[in-house]
């Protein structure tokens, strides 16, 4: 059963940084891009970014460029999300994602809230 | 950027209706590489339509997605109580891989 779990949401300060993980298993996890994707409360989804099988193509939505950076380890079977100069704008559920030609597998997300 | 606008914003429809939901780009969407998602209140988002119109695995044939270039529609034949929803369209054939703002599904 493919399972994909987000970790690292909370409370922080605008300002400061967070890092995501989601952590996937049963299935081949280095063959597949992945993807962030966000959802502010009360709101529609936002596509954050995408970074394929081997890391070699990475690409961000313009308001989190310069502030975010999506990585994986394959080897751990993880994607990661490290989010600095949070601000109240980036409050939302975070979800990875799985795919290219849609995303067929979705983890059950992490909340992010950025405040004083 | 490619933006995507779906309408209606909402639709009021009841159980054995058709629903025609669209989502319209702001350029061609290349290769029609444009999906179509289903989000229930407090769920993920789940694929129904890739390639603006296969189905992804597990759908039921009630859904279904067309179009090309700029204008996609998905279409849910005879709506079941569960298909009250909010539809979401996205485009990936260049990035950013944008959202539409989604089209609320609702219980008439």
């Known amino acids: 059963e493919v399972q994909l779990v987000e970790s690292g949401g909370g409370l922080v300060q605008p300002g400061g940084s967070l890092r995501l993980s989601c952590v996937a298993s049963?299935?081949?996890?280095?063959?597949?891009?992945m993807n962030w994707v966000r959802q502010a409360p009360g709101k529609g989804l936002e596509w954050v970014s995408y970074?394929?099988?081997?890391?070699?193509?990475?690409y961000y939505a313009d308001s989190v460029k310069g502030r975010f950076t999506i990585s994986r380890d394959n080897a751990k079977n993880s994607l990661y999300l490290q989010m600095n100069s949070l601000r109240a704008e980036d409050t939302a559920v975070y979800y990875c994602?799985?795919?290219?030609?849609?995303?067929?597998?979705w983890g059950q997300g992490t909340l992010v809230t950025v405040s004083s | 950027e490619i933006v995507l606008t779906q309408s209606p914003g909402t639709l009021s429809l009841s159980p054995g209706e058709r629903a025609t939901l669209s989502c319209r780009a702001s350029?061609?969407?290349?290769?029609?590489?444009l999906a179509w998602y289903q989000q229930k209140p407090g769920q993920a988002p789940r694929l129904l339509i890739y390639?603006?119109?296969s189905r992804a695995t597990g759908i039921p044939d009630r859904f279904s997605g067309s179009g090309s270039g700029t204008d996609f529609t998905l279409t849910i034949s005879r709506l079941e109580p569960e298909d009250f929803a909010v539809y979401y369209c996205?485009?990936?054939?260049?990035?950013?891989?944008?959202f539409g703002q989604g089209t609320k599904l609702e219980i008439k």
């Open positions: 970074i394929s099988s081997s890391s070699g193509t990475i």
């Open positions: 390639g603006a119109s």
């Open positions: 350029q061609s969407v290349s290769g029609s590489y």
């Open positions: 996205q485009q990936y054939g260049s990035s950013p891989y944008i």
């Open positions: 049963g299935f081949t996890f280095s063959s597949y891009n």
């Open positions: 994602a799985r795919g290219y030609s849609g995303y067929g597998y």
